[in-house]
């Protein structure tokens, strides 16, 4: 699908690989070579980019996403379909040389995460360096996945020579100096974690050395117990509510669709930050991502607990 010009730009632009996924919610992973019940399952459309594409356009954010090719085949024209049917813009190519690839995500309520299982074949992901730019120019934001590689680095040149901000989800990549080294002179905002499934750390830490390289806010995410926001001029923490947590899939994304939700509306950092956990909360208490309803994310987030120095 080309992109459509006689639309508006969009505002918010996601960059980086899709995939059709699927969730199922376990109470208990089993043990190896034993099998468990799955009591929900949910069928949507990943990576990050895309989850975050789709979860602002059901809250009537303009967006666009430029993405890896898919297959032609059902999974890949249903997934084509999907997206345009969703408003999303995008020039969304097909290719009879890949095969579309398939994500698989388990969530255990015992634990309270998930386990993912996916396909990042070398030949999907540099269909990324011939993929059209030009949904950059005259947008807001720019997301894009520390876990893409150097696929990301042009998109990255683009925003920069256009003058256009950058989202980088860069997870635990701040523990690797020579990613910092490459990718942090582009970066306006960055998404960091340090929860302890993946990496253990101090957010105020994380935080202060990231803001150090130039980055003019960080957000570190230390998932049940909430974020930490970071400028040179102001700390927020926003501590997560207790809720009954069904499915940690896609949190991490809901959280940053929320932020930019509040960033292309011009809130400020405390608003942004209540909104983007109060929206990742309310995830985790689904199967699948959901765009829950705008007033019921504020009031969520309205009443968190929020420290700022």
Known sequence: MPIDGGKSKPDVVCFGMVTPAMVLVVEEMPSWNTGAIWSQGQTFISDDAAIIAILLRKWDVQTGLICTTLGDDDAGRDTVKQLEDLGIQGEFRLSSDITTPFELNVSDRKRGGRT??????????????????????????????????????????????????????????????????????????CQAVTDASQLKGNAYEVASNLLELGIDTVLVTMADQGCLAATRLQTIRVHAPIVDTLDGCAAGATFSAGFQYGFIKKWDLEHCLRFAVAAASLQCTVAGPTAFPLADVELLGASLDVEVS
């Open 116 to 189: 993912y299982f996916w396909k990042r074949e070398p030949k999907i992901l540099e269909t990324l360096d011939k993929a059209d730019l030009s949904l950059i120019k005259g947008s807001k934001l720019l997301y894009l996945d520390w876990y893409d590689g150097d696929h990301i680095m042009r998109a990255l040149k683009e925003a920069r020579n256009l003058g256009v901000p950058v989202y980088l989800n860069i997870e635990h990549g701040h523990e690797d100096p020579d990613f910092l080294a490459r990718y942090a002179p582009y970066i306006s905002i």
